[in-house]
Protein backbone atom coordinates (compact mmCIF):
# COMPACT_ATOMS: atom_id res chain seq x y z
CA UNK A 1 0.00 0.00 0.00
CA UNK A 2 1.73 3.73 -0.87
CA UNK A 3 1.11 6.07 1.67
CA UNK A 4 0.93 9.74 -0.29
CA UNK A 5 0.70 13.32 0.85
CA UNK A 6 1.26 15.80 -2.36
CA UNK A 7 -0.54 15.96 -5.50
CA UNK A 8 2.53 15.50 -7.06
CA UNK A 9 3.35 12.16 -6.20
CA UNK A 10 -0.21 11.14 -6.48
CA UNK A 11 -0.73 12.02 -9.97
CA UNK A 12 3.06 10.34 -10.69
CA UNK A 13 1.64 6.85 -8.69
CA UNK A 14 -2.28 7.32 -10.67
CA UNK A 15 -0.02 7.19 -14.20
CA UNK A 16 1.45 4.07 -13.83
CA UNK A 17 -2.38 2.26 -13.15
CA UNK A 18 -3.99 0.69 -15.61
CA UNK A 19 -7.32 -0.99 -14.96
CA UNK A 20 -10.63 0.22 -12.97
CA UNK A 21 -10.29 2.81 -10.23
CA UNK A 22 -12.22 2.98 -6.75
CA UNK A 23 -11.80 6.34 -4.30
CA UNK A 24 -13.22 6.21 -1.30
CA UNK A 25 -13.19 9.59 0.30
CA UNK A 26 -13.10 9.53 4.55
CA UNK A 27 -12.12 12.50 6.79
CA UNK A 28 -10.42 9.53 8.95
CA UNK A 29 -10.72 7.80 12.55
CA UNK A 30 -11.87 4.78 9.90
CA UNK A 31 -14.10 2.28 11.17
CA UNK A 32 -15.56 -0.94 10.31
CA UNK A 33 -17.90 1.21 7.93
CA UNK A 34 -15.39 2.79 6.17
CA UNK A 35 -13.80 -0.42 5.82
CA UNK A 36 -16.65 -1.43 4.19
CA UNK A 37 -16.58 1.20 1.66
CA UNK A 38 -12.83 -0.38 1.23
CA UNK A 39 -13.51 -3.80 0.50
CA UNK A 40 -16.38 -3.29 -1.58
CA UNK A 41 -14.22 -1.01 -4.11
CA UNK A 42 -11.30 -3.85 -3.56
CA UNK A 43 -13.90 -6.37 -4.86
CA UNK A 44 -15.35 -4.30 -7.63
CA UNK A 45 -12.08 -3.00 -9.06
CA UNK A 46 -8.66 -3.34 -9.77
CA UNK A 47 -7.26 -0.57 -7.50
CA UNK A 48 -8.92 1.41 -4.82
CA UNK A 49 -7.43 4.86 -3.57
CA UNK A 50 -8.80 5.96 0.06
CA UNK A 51 -8.24 9.92 1.01
CA UNK A 52 -7.93 11.02 4.58
CA UNK A 53 -8.72 14.40 4.65
CA UNK A 54 -11.04 16.64 7.63
CA UNK A 55 -12.16 19.65 5.14
CA UNK A 56 -12.79 22.68 7.23
CA UNK A 57 -15.09 23.59 4.53
CA UNK A 58 -17.70 21.53 5.64
CA UNK A 59 -17.88 21.96 9.19
CA UNK A 60 -19.86 24.88 10.34
CA UNK A 61 -18.84 24.99 14.15
CA UNK A 62 -15.16 25.61 14.55
CA UNK A 63 -15.26 22.89 17.55
CA UNK A 64 -16.48 19.86 16.23
CA UNK A 65 -13.64 21.04 13.59
CA UNK A 66 -10.93 21.05 16.07
CA UNK A 67 -12.39 17.84 18.28
CA UNK A 68 -12.46 15.66 15.36
CA UNK A 69 -10.58 12.48 16.13
CA UNK A 70 -7.46 11.71 14.33
CA UNK A 71 -6.35 8.38 14.54
CA UNK A 72 -3.72 8.14 11.24
CA UNK A 73 -1.37 5.17 12.43
CA UNK A 74 -4.66 2.80 12.91
CA UNK A 75 -6.28 4.31 9.93
CA UNK A 76 -3.38 3.35 7.70
CA UNK A 77 -3.05 0.11 9.25
CA UNK A 78 -6.92 -0.56 8.82
CA UNK A 79 -6.69 0.27 5.18
CA UNK A 80 -3.55 -2.36 4.40
CA UNK A 81 -5.38 -5.03 6.11
CA UNK A 82 -8.25 -4.00 4.05
CA UNK A 83 -6.07 -4.52 1.19
CA UNK A 84 -6.78 -0.56 -0.33
CA UNK A 85 -3.72 0.28 -2.54
CA UNK A 86 -3.13 4.02 -2.46
CA UNK A 87 -3.41 5.82 0.48
CA UNK A 88 -4.48 9.94 0.07
CA UNK A 89 -3.45 12.11 3.05
CA UNK A 90 -2.79 15.33 1.50
CA UNK A 91 -2.34 18.56 3.48
CA UNK A 92 -4.65 22.00 3.38
CA UNK A 93 -2.52 23.68 1.44
CA UNK A 94 -2.36 20.27 -1.82
CA UNK A 95 -6.57 20.64 -1.81
CA UNK A 96 -6.77 24.63 -1.56
CA UNK A 97 -3.76 26.26 -2.65
CA UNK A 98 -3.47 29.85 -2.53
CA UNK A 99 -4.81 30.08 -6.15
CA UNK A 100 -7.53 27.78 -5.20
CA UNK A 101 -11.31 29.01 -6.54
CA UNK A 102 -14.19 27.28 -5.19
CA UNK A 103 -17.50 26.57 -7.09
CA UNK A 104 -20.73 27.04 -6.19
CA UNK A 105 -23.54 24.05 -6.85
CA UNK A 106 -27.04 24.84 -7.87
CA UNK A 107 -28.05 21.94 -5.25
CA UNK A 108 -31.53 23.48 -5.30
CA UNK A 109 -33.78 23.20 -2.23
CA UNK A 110 -31.63 20.19 -1.24
CA UNK A 111 -29.19 21.68 0.61
CA UNK A 112 -32.17 23.91 2.31
CA UNK A 113 -33.55 21.36 4.55
CA UNK A 114 -32.26 18.54 7.51
CA UNK A 115 -28.97 18.64 7.27
CA UNK A 116 -28.56 21.61 4.85
CA UNK A 117 -30.46 23.58 7.33
CA UNK A 118 -28.76 22.98 10.83
CA UNK A 119 -25.28 22.82 8.92
CA UNK A 120 -25.75 25.59 6.69
CA UNK A 121 -22.93 25.61 4.14
CA UNK A 122 -21.95 21.92 5.16
CA UNK A 123 -22.58 20.46 1.38
CA UNK A 124 -21.20 23.14 -1.03
CA UNK A 125 -18.33 22.40 1.53
CA UNK A 126 -18.75 18.90 1.06
CA UNK A 127 -19.51 19.29 -2.94
CA UNK A 128 -15.81 21.31 -3.24
CA UNK A 129 -14.13 18.96 -1.55
CA UNK A 130 -15.08 15.89 -3.56
CA UNK A 131 -14.81 17.58 -6.87
CA UNK A 132 -11.21 18.68 -5.78
CA UNK A 133 -10.76 14.65 -5.52
CA UNK A 134 -12.43 13.58 -8.28
CA UNK A 135 -10.97 15.99 -10.30
CA UNK A 136 -7.18 15.14 -8.88
CA UNK A 137 -7.85 11.51 -8.75
CA UNK A 138 -10.15 11.04 -11.87
CA UNK A 139 -11.42 7.10 -10.89
CA UNK A 140 -14.38 5.62 -12.47
CA UNK A 141 -16.46 4.76 -9.22
CA UNK A 142 -16.60 6.40 -6.32
CA UNK A 143 -17.81 4.99 -2.70
CA UNK A 144 -20.38 6.28 -0.25
CA UNK A 145 -22.27 5.15 2.58
CA UNK A 146 -25.54 5.31 3.05
CA UNK A 147 -25.01 6.47 6.40
CA UNK A 148 -24.83 9.74 5.30
CA UNK A 149 -28.18 9.26 3.11
CA UNK A 150 -28.72 12.98 1.78
CA UNK A 151 -24.91 13.39 1.19
CA UNK A 152 -25.00 10.55 -1.39
CA UNK A 153 -28.25 12.49 -2.64
CA UNK A 154 -26.15 15.68 -3.22
CA UNK A 155 -23.41 14.44 -4.55
CA UNK A 156 -25.51 12.24 -6.97
CA UNK A 157 -26.54 15.82 -8.11
CA UNK A 158 -23.30 17.23 -8.26
CA UNK A 159 -22.29 14.71 -10.70
CA UNK A 160 -25.63 14.93 -12.70
CA UNK A 161 -24.46 18.94 -13.04
CA UNK A 162 -21.02 18.21 -13.97
CA UNK A 163 -19.61 17.63 -17.22
CA UNK A 164 -16.76 15.53 -16.69
CA UNK A 165 -14.75 14.10 -19.22
CA UNK A 166 -15.41 10.58 -17.88
CA UNK A 167 -18.35 9.35 -16.49
CA UNK A 168 -18.18 8.21 -12.42
CA UNK A 169 -20.26 5.73 -11.34
CA UNK A 170 -21.41 6.43 -8.01
CA UNK A 171 -21.92 3.25 -5.60
CA UNK A 172 -23.79 3.68 -1.94
CA UNK A 173 -22.64 0.85 0.26
CA UNK A 174 -25.16 -0.08 3.35
CA UNK A 175 -24.77 1.29 6.65
CA UNK A 176 -22.54 -0.91 9.16
CA UNK A 177 -23.98 -0.75 12.48
CA UNK A 178 -22.37 -2.27 15.62
CA UNK A 179 -24.17 -6.10 17.03
CA UNK A 180 -26.69 -3.95 18.96
CA UNK A 181 -27.56 -1.56 16.05
CA UNK A 182 -26.09 2.00 16.49
CA UNK A 183 -24.95 3.27 12.99
CA UNK A 184 -20.94 3.12 13.19
CA UNK A 185 -19.84 6.37 13.27
CA UNK A 186 -16.38 8.49 14.51
CA UNK A 187 -18.49 10.66 16.36
CA UNK A 188 -18.86 7.28 18.68
CA UNK A 189 -15.48 7.49 20.25
CA UNK A 190 -16.53 10.70 22.36
CA UNK A 191 -19.50 8.53 23.14
CA UNK A 192 -19.51 6.91 27.07
CA UNK A 193 -20.86 3.11 26.72
CA UNK A 194 -24.01 4.26 28.47
CA UNK A 195 -24.30 6.83 25.45
CA UNK A 196 -24.07 4.57 23.32
CA UNK A 197 -26.83 2.16 24.65
CA UNK A 198 -29.02 4.71 24.98
CA UNK A 199 -28.65 5.79 21.11
CA UNK A 200 -29.81 2.51 20.46
CA UNK A 201 -33.11 4.17 20.61
CA UNK A 202 -32.56 6.29 16.80
CA UNK A 203 -32.44 2.72 15.03
CA UNK A 204 -35.12 1.79 17.20
CA UNK A 205 -37.63 4.68 16.71
CA UNK A 206 -36.51 4.35 12.94
CA UNK A 207 -37.90 0.88 12.43
CA UNK A 208 -40.60 1.18 14.51
CA UNK A 209 -41.83 3.96 12.01
CA UNK A 210 -40.93 2.03 8.88
CA UNK A 211 -42.92 -1.20 10.46
CA UNK A 212 -46.32 1.16 11.08
CA UNK A 213 -45.62 3.20 7.74
CA UNK A 214 -45.53 -0.08 5.63
CA UNK A 215 -48.34 -1.81 7.47
CA UNK A 216 -50.65 0.66 7.91
CA UNK A 217 -52.23 2.38 4.92
CA UNK A 218 -53.77 5.15 7.07
CA UNK A 219 -50.53 5.95 8.78
CA UNK A 220 -50.67 9.45 10.95
CA UNK A 221 -47.07 10.35 9.73
CA UNK A 222 -46.91 13.46 12.00
CA UNK A 223 -48.25 11.39 14.68
CA UNK A 224 -45.18 8.90 13.87
CA UNK A 225 -43.01 12.12 14.05
CA UNK A 226 -44.25 13.70 17.24
CA UNK A 227 -43.78 10.20 19.62
CA UNK A 228 -40.62 9.28 18.06
CA UNK A 229 -38.72 12.57 18.87
CA UNK A 230 -40.56 12.51 22.44
CA UNK A 231 -39.18 8.81 23.15
CA UNK A 232 -35.83 9.76 21.76
CA UNK A 233 -35.66 12.28 24.20
CA UNK A 234 -36.81 10.21 27.17
CA UNK A 235 -34.57 8.19 26.51
CA UNK A 236 -31.85 10.43 27.10
CA UNK A 237 -30.85 12.79 24.20
CA UNK A 238 -30.46 16.46 25.15
CA UNK A 239 -32.55 17.61 21.44
CA UNK A 240 -33.72 15.80 18.09
CA UNK A 241 -33.13 18.22 15.26
CA UNK A 242 -35.49 16.43 13.23
CA UNK A 243 -37.09 12.80 12.44
CA UNK A 244 -38.33 13.56 9.12
CA UNK A 245 -40.38 11.47 6.20
CA UNK A 246 -38.98 12.30 3.08
CA UNK A 247 -40.47 11.67 -0.43
CA UNK A 248 -39.19 10.39 -3.85
CA UNK A 249 -37.93 14.01 -4.55
CA UNK A 250 -36.47 14.43 -1.23
CA UNK A 251 -38.90 16.99 -0.06
CA UNK A 252 -39.68 16.64 3.94
CA UNK A 253 -43.02 15.43 4.51
CA UNK A 254 -45.40 18.36 6.68
CA UNK A 255 -48.66 16.83 6.35
CA UNK A 256 -50.55 13.40 6.29
CA UNK A 257 -51.78 13.52 3.24
CA UNK A 258 -48.54 12.29 0.59
CA UNK A 259 -49.22 11.48 -2.86
CA UNK A 260 -45.95 10.67 -3.55
CA UNK A 261 -43.93 7.62 -2.42
CA UNK A 262 -41.93 7.79 0.68
CA UNK A 263 -38.28 6.71 0.28
CA UNK A 264 -36.54 7.38 3.73
CA UNK A 265 -36.60 8.67 7.22
CA UNK A 266 -34.04 10.62 8.62
CA UNK A 267 -33.07 11.46 12.11
CA UNK A 268 -30.56 13.34 13.66
CA UNK A 269 -30.24 13.93 17.57
CA UNK A 270 -27.50 15.17 20.10
CA UNK A 271 -26.48 13.05 23.04
CA UNK A 272 -23.79 14.61 25.82
CA UNK A 273 -23.36 17.06 22.69
CA UNK A 274 -22.54 15.05 20.56
CA UNK A 275 -24.95 15.05 17.55
CA UNK A 276 -25.38 12.15 15.59
CA UNK A 277 -27.28 11.17 12.44
CA UNK A 278 -29.38 8.02 11.06
CA UNK A 279 -32.05 6.58 8.48
CA UNK A 280 -33.60 4.10 7.05
CA UNK A 281 -34.47 3.27 3.64
CA UNK A 282 -38.93 2.39 3.08
P1 LIG B 1 -16.59 10.31 6.90
O1 LIG B 1 -15.16 9.96 7.21
O2 LIG B 1 -17.45 10.38 8.09
O3 LIG B 1 -16.68 11.51 5.99
O4 LIG B 1 -17.18 9.10 6.06
C1 LIG B 1 -16.56 8.65 4.88
C2 LIG B 1 -17.51 7.74 4.15
O5 LIG B 1 -17.82 6.62 4.96
C3 LIG B 1 -18.85 8.44 3.82
O6 LIG B 1 -19.25 8.06 2.52
C4 LIG B 1 -19.76 7.88 4.88
O7 LIG B 1 -21.12 7.86 4.49
C5 LIG B 1 -19.21 6.48 5.03
N1 LIG B 1 -19.62 5.91 6.32
C6 LIG B 1 -19.52 6.50 7.54
N2 LIG B 1 -20.05 5.71 8.49
C7 LIG B 1 -20.51 4.60 7.85
C8 LIG B 1 -21.18 3.41 8.28
N3 LIG B 1 -21.48 3.20 9.55
N4 LIG B 1 -21.50 2.49 7.34
C9 LIG B 1 -21.20 2.70 6.03
N5 LIG B 1 -20.57 3.79 5.56
C10 LIG B 1 -20.23 4.73 6.46
Known sequence: MKVIYTNEALALSLSNIKGDLGFVPTMGALHDGHISLIERSVSENKFTICSIFVNQKQFNNAEDFEKYPKT???????LEQAKCDIVFVPTNEQIYPTNFKASYFE??????????????????????????????????????????????????????????????????VNTKRNRYGLALSSRN??????????????ITCLENAKATLITNTTTDILKIQKESIKEIKQAGFESVDYFD??????????????????????????????????NIEI
Do not use: W
Not at 72 to 78: H, Q
Not at 127 to 155: A, E, H, M, S, W
Not at 189 to 202: D, G, V, Y
Not at 249 to 269: C, H, M, W, Y
Open 72 to 78: IDTDLAK
Open 107 to 172: LGNIENVLEGFYRPGHFQGVCIVVNRFLDLIKPNKLYLGRKDFQQCIVIQKMLALQKLDAKIELCI
Open 189 to 202: LRLSEEAKRKSLIL
Open 245 to 278: FINEDFEVIKKNTESKRIIAILTAATIDAVRLID
